[in-house]
Structures are given as C-alpha cells and as structure tokens.
C-alpha cells in the first residue's frame, strides 16, 4: 500500500513554462486535494474534489488548473509558471465517513520557478 | 471567510518541559479538528484529531481539548523529547456542499523546539 504518491520530487521551471503535478493514491479514497505550503502560510488549499468527476476551487486557484483523471489520480496544471508559485505542493486524500476526515499526504513536489 | 488562527508561531522549550500550541476557529459548524506533525523535509502526518462531542482526547503524551463555545482548541505535549521538535498544524473542518464532505482550513503552524 503506497498511500498517496507524487511525481516530480522537485522540479525547477523559468518564468512562463507549463507543467502538470501528478497525485495517485490506492486507498480508494473519494475525496482528493492540492495544497501549496509556503514560510509562515501554513497549507492552503488550491483545488478540491471531492469525488471522481467533480473539481473546486480552494483559497488560492489563481493560475492553476486540474483534472480528476479517474478515483485514483488527481493532476495540477500550471499553464504559464510564475515566480509566485515557487513553493512545496502537497496533494492530499480521504475517505469521508461518519467517523472522520483524515487526510492523508503524498510526500510533496517542491517547486521553484526563476 | 473560514479562518483558522495559531499561536505561538515559534516555541521553544527544555526536555521534560510541556509545550501548549493554541488555535481558534471562525466556522461554528466546524466538527473535526485535527493537528498535524510536520518534520523538516517530510509530509504532514496526523498525530491526534477530536471530533465536536468531545471535550478532550489523550494519547500518551500528547492531547487536545475544545472549547466549542470559543471557538478554541489546544494540543498539549508533556514530557517533551527532542523528537518532538517540528513545525506543528491545527486544522478545522469546513462544510462542504451542504456537508456532503468535509475540507480541512489550517492554521499556520508552530515551530516547536525541544532543547536537551
């Protein structure tokens, strides 16, 4: 059982590039999220899903986009990369239930954009 | 909007000692509140959550209680050992479309460090 996996580990963009953050998770989890974690932010939610099909903006959907490909995997899309996304993404997953809502964390892609 | 506010944003203490990171939280239909462990380097990683009907929950050395009233819940380490030293997140749940599922407002985080 991987948990929640993404790819890349880091990766260094120059201004204006695109790229697409991919997520999987094998816990059959419904629910799947993107944060980004910068100094003194705590973790802000970008996008949410809440289940295969469907897709919502967070607190800070500005210049990104996603895809729920199916259960299992949910990409981030960064069209034109901007220095101001230079940060660590966290992609996220859980199982809503009657008792809880843990979510549980790939190990994250560290971005830098120049 | 949802707001989740976290204090201390650094603390430091000696082994042994005990260390109390305090958040409170805007949304009174809040029901789940979670606290994350952030090693350097490393994913969040749950180490205690409390659900809305309860009033304080224990794990070995560390615990939480909530005020629901206030808007306000804690997490307390006792005993503190170096291993403790990380960068700690409070979280609160939101309602989402019309309580179908749950997401997750977090706080900013504590940076606690243990000195031996």
């Known amino acids: 059982n991987a948990g929640v996996t993404q790819t890349p580990k880091f990766q260094v963009l120059k201004t204006g590039q695109s790229m697409t953050l991919q997520c999987a998770q094998d816990?059959?989890?419904?629910?799947m999220y993107w944060y980004r974690q910068d100094p003194g932010m705590g973790l802000r939610l970008i996008y949410y899903s809440a289940s295969e099909g469907t897709t919502d903006k967070g607190e800070v959907p500005n210049g990104y986009n996603v895809s729920r490909l199916n259960k299992r995997e949910f990409s981030l899309r960064l069209e034109s990369a901007a220095p101001s996304q230079t940060s660590v993404y966290f992609c996220?997953?859980?199982?809503?239930?009657?008792?809880?809502?843990?979510?549980?964390f790939g190990p994250g892609t560290r971005l830098t954009v120049t | 909007g949802e707001n989740v506010e976290q204090h201390p944003s650094t603390l430091s203490v000696q082994e042994g000692d005990s260390a109390v990171i305090k958040c409170t939280y805007s949304?009174?239909?809040?029901?789940?509140f979670p606290w994350y462990k952030q090693e350097l380097g490393k994913r969040p990683q749950l180490i205690i959550d409390?659900?809305?009907?309860?009033g304080e929950k224990k794990d070995q050395r560390i615990a939480v209680t909530l005020n629901k009233t206030a808007k306000h819940f804690s997490l307390h380490i006792t005993e503190t050992q170096p291993e403790d030293s990380a960068v700690y997140f409070c979280a609160a749940s939101v309602q989402w479309y019309g309580g179908a599922t749950n997401k997750l407002i977090f706080g900013t985080g504590t940076l606690l460090a243990v000195q031996p």
């Open positions: 816990m059959n989890h419904n629910s």
């Open positions: 409390i659900r809305s009907n309860v």
């Open positions: 996220a997953s859980n199982q809503l239930t009657g008792l809880g809502y843990e979510q549980y």
């Open positions: 949304d009174s239909a809040s029901n789940y």
